[in-house]
């Protein structure tokens, strides 16, 4: 015979323990003419019984019905399924620590986090690190904190030697140029890459050009062609960012924006850029958008990814009209402004495929190229022409 206090110590539990125990009917204590309480060897057995089957997961309640019955497999299959749950959660839960901690990828998950916190996101890794011009392009691009840098390299190798970054082409930057009220004298154009529109800008006005990017390799390209005499010396190179541009309100009477203003994202382009624009300024951004009501699967899952901001022309038009701006011309590019942008791509990237084997940058270029190929007309890129 055990006194509580001897059996709880046995087994390793308290005594409020046992006395749940005795409660719930899984022992059976005496009571001595002291007062004491006394357990037999048998329910200290059956303790260690319940103990082993607990040690599966199971409840007190489901310990006693498997103790006292045939062994409930339902109930059993039912903790096995929990079970492999937790565990699963678990793994994922230690998969995530470890790629936080710079070992494994974090693509799904900085794509969860942009889509539902995407200001959160973006401050969480500046404090990671990453000044604006990388975290916007962790965003957009390589989305894997961990595999930032090797994809960037990889990615401005491939466009390094491509004038354009972007589909367009002169005639429809000039088509477009053509739609506004009058010419402009001060422009600042926003995203200009290698600054294929800004010598159409240039030779198609007699205005000052002030041209941004934040590409320290464009801007230098572009210096180069001014001074080699490429390029209008009415052009002003600025390494910036749209952002946060450095340039007092109503300083120009254009803002030319050619596939750019999604990087920080077309509605607080169309808010935070307005204060540069002159009185009757005129705002005018090209930007992907869906052309039809109902876009196939893979278009949708690929473009929900890579460009989440994507929505139907006729609402981005709505959306320019709330922030303000009076619709002046809209038109959709045409099959040679992509061809302009793709071909020269693809032609680079079988160029390097042997080089870069296994680049996850070259595989990204690759399926994009390929949603061009089978779905382009069910999106497209949109010239918008605004007026303040
Ligand atoms: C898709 S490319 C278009 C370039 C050019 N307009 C063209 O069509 O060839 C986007 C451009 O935006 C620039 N960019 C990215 N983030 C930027 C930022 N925060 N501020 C200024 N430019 C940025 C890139 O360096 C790149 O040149």
Sequence with gaps: MYRISELASKVGLSRTAILYYEKQQLIKGKRLDNGYRVYSDKDLQRIRLIQQ????????????????????????????????????HKQEARKLLNALLGDGDLKVWHETVDKIAPDAHLHWLFKQGFDEKEALRLKWLTKDMNKHDEYMADFMKVFSTLERWGPGSQSETKKALS???????????????????????AQNTTANITTVDNEESAIAYINDKIASGDLSSRVTPVCASMTELP???????????????????????????KALLSDDGILMISD??????????????????????????????????????????????????WENYCLPLKNRVEELQH?????????????????????????GYQMFILKK
């Design 288 to 337: 992907l958008v869906w052309l039809t009501p109902n876009p196939s699967d893979a278009a949708v899952e690929f473009w929900n990814k890579n460009y989440p901001d994507i929505v139907h022309v006729n609402t981005r038009i709505k959306q320019m009209q709330d922030a303000g701006y009076e619709i002046v011309e809209s038109f959709t590019l045409s099959e040679q402004a």
């Design 53 to 88: 089957l607990q040690a599966g997961g199971l409840s007190l309640k489901e310990c006693k019905a498997c103790v006292e019955e045939k062994i409930d497999r339902v109930t059993l299959n039912k903790r096995l399924r929990i079970l492999d749950d937790e565990i699963k």
């Design 355 to 379: 080089e870069m084997q296994g680049s996850q940058a070259l595989q990204d270029i690759h399926h994009e190229l390929d949603i061009y190929n089978q779905f382009l007309g069910e999106f």
């Design 247 to 273: 340039f007092a309100d109503k300083s120009f009477d254009l803002i030319w924006s050619e596939a750019s203003a999604y990087i920080m994202g077309v509605s607080k382009a169309l808010t935070q850029w």
């Design 179 to 201: 739609s506004l009220p009058q010419l402009p004298k001060n422009i600042l154009e926003i995203g200009c890459g290698k600054g294929i529109a800004t010598n159409v800008l």
